[in-house]
């Protein structure tokens, strides 16, 4: 008996977070850098995180998942790859720790994928679906929303050469 509560708990847990995860990874065009390259890769990224979203309530769409989550992990190498450049251009005083950011959600990216590609048969749907959308999360409203909004701030007109308005806030 209290297996199944304890069950029941956690499914009710995992409902919530998958019904509530497309909220949170909706396009917003307050969420635009003002670059118009990256602003049409970001919202790609937020539209592929969407559509995961809605795949992972099915085993049945299994395949379809991963499908997205490789055109995900394709979508963000070359996005990369892009803001780098971007960055590179402006000068950007925090390129390094931004470029650090990049090559470990890449290489958590790649971990993700070699797990999925070694699925098999296991009834672990939910589970795996979880991890996928919980690194989608993290590039999507983590990285994006949080990073890639301080180096908006530096592409803005005469900003640059006030480097302490890159620096992220630190609260009061």
């Known amino acids: 008996m209290q297996k199944k509560q304890v069950y ?26 003002d670059q118009l390259q990256i602003d049409t890769q970001h919202e790609s990224l937020f539209k592929l995180a969407v559509e995961v979203s809605e795949l992972s309530r099915s085993p049945a769409d299994k395949d379809k998942l991963i499908t ?28 390094k720790g931004h470029r650090a950011e990049h090559k470990a ?13 070694n699925w098999g048969g296991e009834p672990a749907f939910q589970e795996k679906a979880f991890v996928v ?16 909004v301080n180096y908006a701030r530096c592409m803005q007109k005469d900003l640059l050469k006030q480097a302490d308005i890159c620096l992220p806030d630190h609260g009061p």
């Open 8 to 33: 029941t708990r956690i499914s009710a847990i995992q409902g919530l977070a998958f019904n509530s995860l497309k909220q949170l990874i909706s396009w917003s065009n307050d969420f635009k850098v």
């Open 68 to 95: 997205k989550f490789e055109e995900f992990g394709i979508l963000l190498d070359e996005h990369f790859r892009d803001e780098e450049d971007v960055l590179v251009e402006i000068g950007y005083p925090m390129l």
């Open 105 to 117: 959600l890449l290489s958590e990216f790649k971990f993700i994928r070699q797990r999925l590609s």
């Open 133 to 148: 959308l919980n690194f989608m999360l993290g590039v999507t409203v983590g990285h994006i929303l949080h990073s890639d």
